[in-house]
């Protein structure tokens, strides 16, 4: 049997870079900031891909490269959790390292890194600590006054670093799970859709750069089954450029795997969102392609069970990558990399 290994640039082996570093290997994180700044201008979203674990992370950078889209590599408290096997602080700092890691062998590519519906102050100061290049305080469970004064304070800490964008949430955005019937799913989500006047009240008192609103999306769909309200999408936007210089400010888009791509393309357009959530969509790739590989080849080449977590990996991979290719041309962002 030959083994074949191949490098995709040789002449990496043979650099010398004597006055480096020890740790050069790992490249600097991108800043958020002018990239949304470009995106508004441009008229295109950035792609805020959750990474879930190095394969997903990899995945999502690959795609970047291939496209040439920037992108915001993002991790959520949970995922945060599970990458440091329960320690958030070492979680966070594996969470670092691992962007950090896909970036390696792929100059030029843009890849920012936030936190994903961070819940407390506390975790967004870890994580503007440990080299997070993007944060995002969510106290939208909490009574209005605390959501402001927590999302102030996080843009103040985040001020010290210029190009660290801020994004705050009002209003709660519905997930599966909130009901089994469709009917009252959607009564109940509408509820704590968001209101205008808070969000108008949160953009002027925060000073956030970014605006999570609660218009129709649902967390966790696996289906686009999401309907977007763009007359409540619209008011929201116009209550924001009442207290808030519009180019400052952006909208981001929360549950898009739920949202079909009409809306998604209407969303861009007629409401200037410059930040595209997506996690469910990538993880539903992964875990089928990565299934599909398992039933298909149950054993290996000596009839014995497969073991070999590699191959199933791979397809799961290389199924996180075409998604991720197809939502980059989406949101328009391919080609951009080198605006930001
Ligand atoms: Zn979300």
């Not at 390696?104 to 590519?109: K, M, S, T």
């Not at 791509?261 to 392609?289: H, P, Q, S």
Request: proline share 4%; with cysteine.
């Amino acid at each position: 049997m030959v083994i074949v290994y191949f490098i995709a640039d040789p002449s990496r082996v043979f650099q010398q870079e004597p006055e480096e570093k020890e740790n050069s290997a790992m490249s600097e994180l991108a800043l958020s900031l002018p990239m949304f700044k470009a995106a508004k201008a441009g008229g295109f979203a950035i792609p805020a891909l959750n990474c879930n674990g190095n394969i997903i992370t990899d995945a999502v950078v690959e795609a970047a490269d291939l496209r040439r889209s920037p992108l915001v590599a993002q991790a959520s408290q949970g995922a945060i959790k599970h990458a440091g096997q329960g320690d958030l602080v070492r979680g966070t700092e594996m969470i670092v390292a691992m962007t950090q890691a896909a970036t390696i062998g792929r100059p030029g590519v843009k890849v920012a890194l936030n936190i994903d519906h961070g819940s407390s102050v506390v975790q967004n100061a870890l994580c503007f600590r440990k080299g997070f290049t993007m944060l995002m305080i969510d106290r939208s469970k909490e009574p209005l006054d605390v959501n402001i004064a927590d999302s102030r304070r996080i843009v103040q800490m985040a001020a010290s670093v210029p190009g660290i964008a801020v994004e705050v949430e009002v209003g709660r955005i519905g997930a599966v799970g909130d009901s089994t019937e469709p009917g009252v799913a959607i009564a109940e989500m509408k509820k704590h859709w968001t209101k205008p006047e808070e969000l108008a009240q949160l953009a002027k008192e925060s000073g956030a750069h970014l605006f999570a609103t609660a218009v129709g999306q649902i967390h966790g769909c696996r289906e686009k089954i999401a309907e977007l309200d763009f007359d409540l999408f619209r008011q929201c936007i116009q209550a924001v450029a009442v207290v808030r210089d519009p180019t400052e400010t952006g909208f981001v888009l929360h549950g898009a795997s739920g949202v079909p791509d009409g809306d998604i393309r209407r969303a861009i357009e007629e409401c200037g969102v410059v930040k595209i959530n997506v996690d469910t969509m990538l993880r539903k790739a992964y875990i089928e392609a990565f299934e599909k590989f398992q039933s298909e080849y149950p054993a290996s080449h000596d009839g014995m069970p497969n073991i070999d977590q590699r191959k199933p990996e791979q397809a799961g991979h290389d199924a996180v990558v075409k998604v991720a290719c197809y939502l980059m041309d989406l949101f328009g962002s391919s080609g951009k990399a080198d605006l930001c």
